[in-house]
Nanobody, 129 residues
Framework: EVQLVESGGGLVQPGGSLRLSCAASGFTFPAYAMTWVRQAPGKGPEWVSTINNDGGSTSYADSVKGRFTISRDNAKNTLYLQMNSLKPEDTAVYYC??????????????????????WGQGTQVTASS
């Protein structure tokens, strides 16, 4: 059974930091590029960041560039998103998603779940005072 399980979300004050994790199982994690997508209340999904299968290439949305860092540990089958200098507009449910590395163009930045091979259940991030 394929699983993507996000964790690490929570409530943080603006300017604070959080580190999200996405634990993958049931598929060959090192063969897949990984993506973070978020959805704020009342808004459509927004692509956040993608990392290629070996971690050597990354891509970011302009809204998070310089504040968020995507990384992965293929030995642990885990994806991360380090979020610094959080803003109220970063408040959203954050999802991790996977696609086979060679099945899409690079960088693949779709925010739609049906464009991915696997999709997690999400973790809530709230940046508020």
């Amino acid at each position: 059974e394929v699983q993507l399980v996000e964790s690490g979300g929570g409530l943080v004050q603006p300017g604070g930091s959080l580190r999200l994790s996405c634990a993958a199982s049931g598929f060959t994690f090192p063969a897949y590029a990984m993506t973070w997508v978020r959805q704020a209340p009342g808004k459509g999904p927004e692509w956040v960041s993608t990392i290629n299968n070996d971690g050597g290439s990354t891509s970011y949305a302009d809204s998070v560039k310089g504040r968020f860092t995507i990384s992965r540990d293929n030995a642990k089958n885990t994806l991360y998103l380090q979020m610094n200098s959080l803003k109220p507009e970063d408040t959203a449910v954050y999802y991790c998603a996977a696609y086979h590395q060679y099945s899409r163009r690079w960088p693949f930045n779709s925010p739609r779940a049906y464009d991915y091979d696997y999709w997690g259940q999400g973790t809530q991030v709230t940046a508020s005072s």
